[in-house]
């Protein structure tokens, strides 16, 4: 239980945030996702998106059907209904995806394991048995941020950066996994590979958003290779 | 359904729309057209044959044939347009006769200029539009050997627009979620510097360039990431601003000082590289009544376009006529009336 102090700003010419705390916190992350649903959940006409940062939720809004101060206004309504510091996160969805941590799958496996005090095996383990909250997404279209991990896994990044890891890449930092969705540089530590192609602009299948709970499913290289060729999307957790 | 052949194009070519708003939940920003204005004066031009979509073309147009005879808009920044070598004017709505090579060359006084089929695009749908996000890898820059279909609707040709008016001389900015961490200085700071547009500069953002001492932030560079407007001018490791434009993150961390309004977005889009850029900071309702009135000015569009008549004491570009060729077209245009 902690206290936050949340605070209103204006966000462009058609939105409001409004920031749980000014760093992330898990606290700060489970309000704001819950206060983005409580936003969403009022059904205002001319709301054009609700949506949650890390530490923020925020809404846009069409500003020649609802005016700043109605909006306000709501959402002070939506922020006096609830003891902010105490909520959990709602759980948007549950999902798994079959990850490769083997060889070339997870370059810097041992190394961050030797950083983080464990085995290779146990922190995979471990991984395995934690079912982590997308705390938001980021840097490309549906790019999630996860956490969080045991206090072990406070490894900061590297200061080198990788020049390239792949679309999939089960990357570790503080704390943190970042799945990416896209091939990138990146300076913090790939652990092992999701068979997943990333973002799917289609909208065929569903797209992680902030809430959604994700684990990763270790298995050797053919069975990657073969959710890969059937696309490599997420499977709800509890499906075969 | 007829088809445009793309027989080369520049670096910058893709189909765009209004875009996908709405998705920043998903990390996708809304992306579209960097001047929605001119698809509002290509609807103009084209009426209730243009169908919301066009081919953006950022400083370097390309080469196109078509296999039918289809009806054009050219909107946005002038660019050089040549039709089966013949001069044709920006601004205004031409016939493409079946196989004539449409010839678009540099911009001339902008950014992105903007062609306009009369017809329906048959692009699939992709989260609600057919517009290229290639970020998020939905559609990718047109390039030599691509062909685009489209079903082709009537609309008049040798219709022609009345010019913009001139740009602000100063664009406008609203403070961001982050203003305040620049202080008065960093205010006084952005309003008092003349600003240069890099050539670092695309659909998901455009570098300035300045002299002199820059600012910070009094939050330093460990900033936890937050979400993004369209417009914002981040100030990046190295104090360099950076306009986040439609294709930008959803998020980021480096600190916002300001954020340009709406109504000025596409004339910053406009500016080429090498232009000066200055901000002023107005308030949202200013905000909001340059966004109304730039709303009303494109629904009362339609109702300015005018035939265009030819008349030679008009032609103050004369020059710039492909006369060498002895072919001046008939639908070529010389002039507003």
Redesign the interface.
């Known amino acids: 239980m902690m206290t936050l102090d949340p605070v209103i700003?204006?966000?462009?010419?058609?939105?409001l945030?409004v920031?749980f705390a000014?760093?992330?916190s898990m606290q700060a992350n489970a309000a704001a996702i819950a206060c983005?649903d409580d936003l969403a959940a009022l059904g205002l006409e001319g709301v054009?998106?609700?949506?949650?940062?890390?530490?923020?939720a925020?809404v846009?809004f069409d500003?020649?059907v609802l005016s700043?101060d109605v909006v306000e206004g709501a959402l002070r309504d939506v922020l006096a209904a609830r003891d902010w510091g105490a909520v959990e996160a709602p759980v948007a969805r549950r999902w798994r995806l079959p990850s490769c941590f083997d060889g070339d799958f997870g370059p810097q496996l041992a190394e961050f394991a030797g950083l983080a005090g464990r085995s290779p095996a146990d922190l995979v383990a471990e991984l395995a048995e934690t079912p982590l909250r997308v705390l938001?997404?980021?840097?490309?279209?549906?790019?999630p941020y996860l956490g969080e991990l045991p206090a072990h896994w406070d490894v900061p990044r590297q200061t080198a950066l990788t020049p390239r890891v792949p679309a999939g890449a089960i990357t570790a930092a503080i704390r943190q996994i970042v799945l990416f969705?896209?091939p990138s540089g990146t300076g913090w530590r790939q652990i092992g590979q999701a068979a997943w192609r990333?973002?799917d602009?289609?909208?065929s299948g569903p797209?992680?958003?902030?809430g959604d709970v994700l684990r990763f499913d270790p298995v050797g290289a053919d069975a990657f290779a073969a959710h890969m060729a059937a696309g490599g999307g997420l499977i709800p957790e509890g499906a075969l | 359904m007829s088809r445009i052949e793309v027989l080369s194009a520049g670096p910058s070519v893709t189909l765009q729309d209004a875009g996908r708003?709405?998705?920043?939940?998903?990390?996708?920003s809304a992306g579209g057209a960097m001047d929605p204005l001119a698809l509002a004066e290509a609807r103009a031009l084209l009426g209730a044959a243009f169908d919301g979509c066009a081919i953006e073309m950022g400083q370097m147009g390309g080469r196109f044939r078509a296999d039918a005879d289809l009806v054009i808009a050219l909107t946005g920044a002038a660019m050089k347009v040549t039709l089966e070598g013949a001069a044709l004017s920006w601004g205004q709505s031409h016939p493409w006769p079946a196989g004539a090579v449409l010839d678009i060359g540099a911009a001339t006084g902008g950014a992105y200029g903007y062609l306009s089929v009369a017809g329906t695009w048959d692009v699939p749908l992709?989260?609600g539009a057919k517009g290229t996000?290639f970020?998020?890898?939905?559609g990718a820059p047109l390039g030599a050997g691509d062909v685009l279909t489209v079903v082709a609707a009537k609309a008049e040709a040798g219709l022609g627009l009345p010019s913009r008016d001139a740009p602000p001389e100063v664009i406008r900015v609203?403070?961001?979620?982050q203003s305040h961490w620049f202080g008065d200085q960093g205010r006084d700071w952005l309003e008092g510097t003349v600003f240069t547009k890099t050539a670092k500069a695309s659909r998901m953002g455009a570098a300035l360039a300045f002299g002199g001492q820059g600012v910070q932030s009094d939050h330093g560079l460990s900033v936890?990431?937050?979400?993004v407007?369209?417009?914002?001018i981040q100030i990046t490791g190295d104090g360099t601003p950076y306009v986040l434009m439609r294709e930008a993150?959803?998020?980021g961390g480096y600190p916002r000082i300001a954020?340009v309004?709406?109504a000025d977005l596409p004339a910053f889009a406009q500016m080429p590289s090498g232009a000066q850029v200055r901000f002023r900071f107005v308030t949202?309702p200013e905000?909001?009544a340059a966004?109304?009135a730039q709303n009303d000015w494109a629904k009362g569009l339609r109702a300015k376009v005018r035939p265009v008549v030819r008349r030679l004491e008009t032609m103050h570009d004369l020059l710039s006529y492909s006369l060498v060729s002895g072919v001046v077209s008939a639908t070529d245009p010389e002039g507003w009336e």
Do not use: C, W
């Open positions: 700003y204006p966000l462009g010419e058609d939105g945030l920031e000014p760093k992330l983005r054009v998106e609700v949506g949650s940062t890390l530490k923020s925020f846009r500003p020649f700043h938001a997404l980021g840097f490309a279209p549906g790019m969705a896209v990333g973002f602009p289609d909208g797209n992680l958003t902030a | 708003a709405g998705m920043a939940a998903f990390g996708l992709r989260l996000h970020q998020a890898g939905i609203i403070p961001s979620v936890t990431s937050e979400i407007s369209l417009g914002d993150q959803t998020t954020t309004i709406s949202v905000a909001l966004r109304a």
